[in-house]
């Protein structure tokens, strides 16, 4: 079961799918904002979308397509995220992938959309039709991945990208993926946006329910502001066209298949937060002893969401006290007295108050890190889950208040 | 049932009330650091106090003594919150409230202590003890109530006060409030310590509940950044010096004690959020339309705690998309073609999407004002609520970043 994370390399290849890009014009300054992609029959897919009530309409349109499983194109644009459009906006999404399906000759309900960008302003949806043609006749499996990369990039400081390797009956399978996301993000999802694509064949059933798996131990950890956006989506396409089947009657092949696709959306979502807007740190929650898993995530959620806690990482300022106060109002049962909390090898708390040896030059010793471990051990049961957070500073601040300037 | 609210004034006065204050040296700089308030026998005592469920010593003893009913002493220290110290905070905390019985030759429960400042320091009760006598000494009726509430301030870029004056029965009736706090303010409650003091004669009980009310219309309705501190205290004195007697047999006088007393805490709760670390602008948001007045709440306090919403406050961007996302992602049952909101008298979002005849010149026009007033109508019941904030600036990454250089 040996998972390969390969480093990107412009070499990277996924049989079965070709791509193009190009700026259509919806941002401005002549960047790329909208990419293609396009499939080979028998591609199936599964995809996770926000749980926010208030939806793009291209969220829309990929769950009511998702049921029949089958996938022959995808197209992401940034810069707007066509959402609270209402009927005119549903009609863009709708109308840009009925162009995509005549421009490929395939089944309008075979393709895919996404978007990101400002919430609320109309979609200018004659830009990226009037670039189809021209991308269309670009398509080609020989793109390097950095551009599809870029193309869906909006706040973001640094394009993300990963690729996993590893061999099933000692056939080889990759899983490729690309995301975007900077700000808005909190589980359940970020603002953020993920296409994963692997040469494996699987059913839309195995594929979903792999992806569902691999999203709530990466995505779903993944917290920089706790703002959840309209648009989140992660979709994951597979052409089949690397020769492996990944059936359930092959739990081994389910497995190490399982195992590439987590890690491609771990290391993307921990590129997510090492690119959290401004943030100059990395932080890893982990929470034990909770009475149960929820009661987990609440505190490590909450202890990563907290503006003191945060502003105090920005600080490399062992102000613990903060991290204690967070987990008290998480609102779940607590045995104060049970709670002990490290910072990497630092006991900061024992039973719930200052541990008796701790030295506040320890503390700033870990604080003035790059990547910062944070334990925090309720001793109530055995629930544990770990989330990765940020830093907040400054460059949040200067990012959001003049984002759309 | 008219109520007078009297600017500040040094003029004030509260009979059955003497307060002395000093630097006794938990802050540095010579700063004052100590308030002492001594009360007439009879003086009842109702409180209010963090939810969180890692509190501080103070916050303990006082929920112990709040039984009894009666106070006759309050100590209250800034620069160290005597949290998470074990035993030996508690120890400390007794040991101060003791001292105080002594000076003044009353009994020990009839003290009570508040502390605000840096969490899991150690608290040095020495300090405070040792300025004791010269307190005792000083304690007077004529001091400046601009001093006691300077006493209590740690991060406060300005002291809070607040004085109504009512009629009973055209007897008067006054009602006095001093407050801190500025950041960790969330409701049930803030990072933030109030003390109230009042002429007029209740009972324990009634001063109880009319302290509930009064605190759930204004204090919980204050969000500066959404963490919940473990020394909030809301206490309330009524001396009965006054010669008005509040009884509930008497519905007129209880109904204008009680909007008095709101009164006092509103004015402190919105002083609170004007003076949020960094705040450049106040924020009322209002929800109506709410299934019931719980999800009302939950509605304002999601977009009020929003970090995009709150930059969008500070960059004047009318970026009124993040608002809508905000309201979806509260996890309320939305019908979100129902919803309305308004940036004072600016309808952006109707039935869901973008309002109509929006033009982005008029939400930019509000979003630059020093008070913006945000409506949001969820068209789905009576529920209603209205909480205020504050913008997320780099002044309060400033002050949070480093707190205790």
Chains 1, 2 share one sequence.
Not at 76 to 81: H, I, K, R, T
Not at 328 to 345: E, K, R
Not at 372 to 393: A, M, Y
Request: charged share 15%.
């Amino acid at each position: 079961m040996a998972i390969l994370e390969v480093p990107p390399s412009n070499s990277w290849k996924i049989p079965g799918f070709r791509f193009a890009t190009c700026a259509s014009g919806i941002k401005t300054n002549n960047r790329t904002d909208l990419l293609l992609v396009a499939m080979e029959p028998e591609t199936t897919v599964a995809g996770v979308f926000t749980q926010n009530q208030v939806v793009a309409a291209p969220v829309t349109l990929c769950r009511a397509r998702l049921s029949q499983g089958q996938a022959r194109a995808l197209i992401v644009n940034s810069g707007n995220a066509n959402v609270a459009n209402g009927p005119q906006g549903e009609q863009a999404a709708l109308a840009l992938t009925q162009a995509v399906a005549q421009q490929l000759a395939i089944p309008e309900e075979t393709v895919f959309i996404a978007s990101t960008g400002v919430i609320g302003e109309y979609f200018p949806v004659d830009r990226p039709l009037a670039a189809l043609p021209k991308l269309n006749q670009n398509l080609s499996d020989q793109h390097d991945w950095l551009e599809a990369a870029q193309a869906i990039m909006t706040t973001d400081a640094f394009p993300k990208m990963a690729l996993a390797r590893c061999d099933v009956d000692g056939q080889p399978v990759h899983v490729l993926g690309i995301a975007k996301g900077a700000g808005m993000i909190h589980p359940n999802m970020a603002t953020m946006l993920s296409f994963v694509f692997t040469d494996a064949a699987l059913s839309p059933e195995s594929l979903q329910h792999h992806l569902v798996r691999a999203v709530d131990r990466s995505f779903n950890r993944a917290i920089v502001d706790g703002d959840t956006s309209t648009n989140d989506t992660v979709l994951v396409f597979a052409s089949g066209r690397g020769g492996v089947q990944i059936h359930p009657s092959h739990p081994t092949a389910m497995e190490t298949f399982a195992t590439a696709l987590e890690s491609v959306c771990g290391q993307l979502a921990r590129a997510i937060v090492t690119d959290g807007e401004g943030a100059t740190k990395f932080v890893t929650i982990a929470v034990t002893g909770a009475a149960n898993h929820a009661d987990a995530r609440t505190v490590a959620s909450t202890v990563a969401k907290s503006p003191l806690v945060k502003t105090a990482f920005a600080g490399s300022d062992p102000n613990w006290g903060r991290i204690l106060a967070a987990v008290g109002y998480a609102g779940v049962p607590l045995q104060v007295d049970h709670i002990d909390i490290f910072l990497d090898q630092v006991q900061i708390v024992a039973g719930g108050v200052r541990a008796p040896n701790y030295q506040e030059a320890q503390g700033a010793a870990v604080m003035a890190q790059k990547e910062i471990n944070v334990r925090i051990n309720l001793g109530s049961g055995p629930g544990k889950e770990t989330v990765w957070t940020c830093d907040l500073t400054h460059g949040y601040i200067s990012i959001n208040a003049d984002y759309r300037s």
